[in-house]
């Protein structure tokens, strides 16, 4: 399984952006998608999970400001930003737990999208 993420940029404070990851290869099951962000110098933290039945779950940092969303036919999850702050800045990561094509449950993880919000 690859992950390919996308729709990072520089934006204002108060603004928004939505972030895409495409999966493609097999996927057999699919446990939890989601996205996570790390910013310069800290660790890499959950921003949003979306569980295999649709259940979603967020930081407390960006409850009710970003949603995620999926759509499984076209493999595809999305992350709309809104109100973004400053303390957003981060390299975006989506996430895949899901069993690929041997079936085998593990932590796929696509490449990487900046996010700066700067004025």
């Known amino acids: 399984v690859q992950l390919q993420a996308s729709g990072g940029g520089l934006v204002q404070p108060g603004g928004s952006l939505r972030l895409s990851c495409v999966a493609s290869?097999?996927?057999?099951?699919?446990?939890?998608m989601g996205w996570y962000r790390q910013a310069p110098g800290k660790q890499r933290k959950l921003v949003a999970t979306?569980?295999?039945?649709?259940?979603?779950n967020y930081a407390a940092s960006v409850l009710g400001r970003f949603t995620i969303s999926r759509d499984n036919a076209r493999n595809t999850m999305w992350l709309q930003m809104n109100s973004l702050k400053a303390e957003d800045t981060a390299v975006y990561y989506c996430?895949?737990?899901?069993?690929?094509?041997?079936?085998?449950?593990?932590?796929?993880w696509g490449q990487g999208t900046l996010v700066t919000v700067s004025s």
């Open positions: 996430n895949y737990d899901a069993a690929g094509i041997d079936f085998k449950r593990r932590n796929y």
């Open positions: 290869g097999t996927i057999r099951s699919i446990y939890y």
């Open positions: 979306i569980s295999g039945p649709g259940t979603t």
